[in-house]
């Protein structure tokens, strides 16, 4: 995702997203359980469960840009996807 010239990718911390894009236009946060993983995908624990924090921000940049909703869990860039084209702000 790119905010002006710099580029926000999977792995970044939320305080760059904000940085460099500002305050998104939208938020929508939950609370989550998954079991523990390894760093090899594995279940490191079973029956145990760790809560993690999601949210997602959706920016509007406007009715030429598309708009796009940046996936965090645990304050870390996860998923950011595209929708169709923004809309004017009035």
């Known amino acids: 995702m790119r905010c ?3 580029i926000i990718v999977k792995g970044d911390h939320i305080s760059k997203l904000l940085r460099y894009c500002g305050q998104p236009d939208f938020v929508q946060s939950r609370l989550a359980q998954r079991p523990y993983y ?3 995908g594995h279940v490191l624990y ?3 469960f760790e809560e993690v924090s999601i ?3 959706t920016y509007n940049l ?3 840009k ?3 909703i940046v996936k965090m869990e645990n304050g ?4 950011i996807r595209h929708l169709g084209y923004g809309y004017s702000k009035r």
């Open 4 to 6: 002006g010239t710099r």
């Open 38 to 40: 390894n760093r090899y």
């Open 46 to 48: 079973t029956g145990l």
């Open 55 to 57: 949210q997602e921000w």
């Open 62 to 64: 406007g009715p030429n």
């Open 66 to 68: 598309l708009i796009r």
């Open 76 to 79: 870390i860039v996860r998923e």
